[in-house]
T-cell receptor, first 113, second 113 residues
Framework: KAGVTQTPRYLIKTRGQQVTLSCSPI?????VSWYQQTPGQGLQFLFE???????NKGNFPGRFSGRQFSNSRSEMNVSTLELGDSALYLC????????????FGQGTRLTVV | GQQLNQSPQSMFIQEGEDVSMNCTSS?????WLWYKQDPGEGPVLLIA?????ELTSNGRLTAQFGITRKDSFLNISASIPSDVGIYFC?????????????FGKGTKLTVNP
């Protein structure tokens, strides 16, 4: 069974640009969550999608958005990139939103210059 | 909101020693998860706990779900160099009517051969 796949693995963008990251969850998993990880802040929750609907949202500005498709694949978009957006972006998939384990992808390392 | 206090922040031990780390919260959780993260990679699920008082082992790793549902610990016995990494606890619980997964800030483990 394939694990969680995130693409791309690495990305370098310039301030002001926008970026789209992709996450394919484990087959059969319908819940996808996104996290931002930085050395100083640890894992910060961005949002969670289940069955194409956003179920939860963290405390990030509106520049951060996401969506989920009917096949459970998810994308997150960051517009008007800032230097502080440089981080490892992690996606986690779960079977559903109730008391189940979350499995992470390898992440996308975004560097904003 | 829900917060997890994970301690210690870092540990430096000799190969062969046992390790213990824990997470506490003022909130009640329904599930506790323990992850290990290697540099540049996504967190890997080590152990999942579902019931208060539950004690679960995975090889040299043992974790327990606290009886109050507000804490959990992870023990690693007879540490080896490949145990090096950052260990995260995560608690899944209900906040504001929705299920959320909250992470501790991690325990960085260094094992000296």
């Amino acid at each position: 069974k394939a694990g969680v796949t995130q693409t791309p693995r690495y990305l370098i963008k310039t301030r002001g640009q926008q970026v789209t990251l992709s996450c394919s969850p484990i087959s059969g998993h319908r819940s996808v969550s996104w996290y931002q990880q930085t050395p100083g802040q640890g894992l910060q929750f961005l949002f969670e999608y289940f069955s194409e609907t956003q179920r939860n949202k963290g405390n990030f500005p509106g520049r951060f958005s996401g969506r989920q498709f009917s096949n459970s694949r998810s994308e997150m978009n960051v517009s008007t990139l800032e230097l502080g957006d440089s981080a490892l972006y992690l996606c986690a998939s779960s079977r559903d939103t109730q008391n189940t384990e979350a499995f992470f992808g390898q992440g996308t390392r975004l560097t904003v210059v | 909101g829900q917060q997890l206090n994970q301690s210690p922040q870092s540990m430096f031990i000799q190969e062969g020693e046992d390790v213990s780390m824990n997470c506490t919260s003022s909130s009640i959780f329904n599930t506790w998860l323990w992850y290990k993260q290697d540099p540049g990679e996504g967190p890997v699920l080590l152990i999942a706990l579902y019931k208060a008082g539950e004690l679960t082992s995975n090889g040299r790793l043992t974790a327990q779900f606290g009886i109050t549902r507000k804490d959990s610990f992870l023990n690693i016995s007879a540490s080896i160099p490949s145990d090096v990494g950052i260990y995260f606890c995560a608690g899944r619980g209900t906040q504001g009517g929705s299920e959320k997964l909250v992470f501790g800030k991690g325990t960085k483990l260094t094992v000296n051969p």
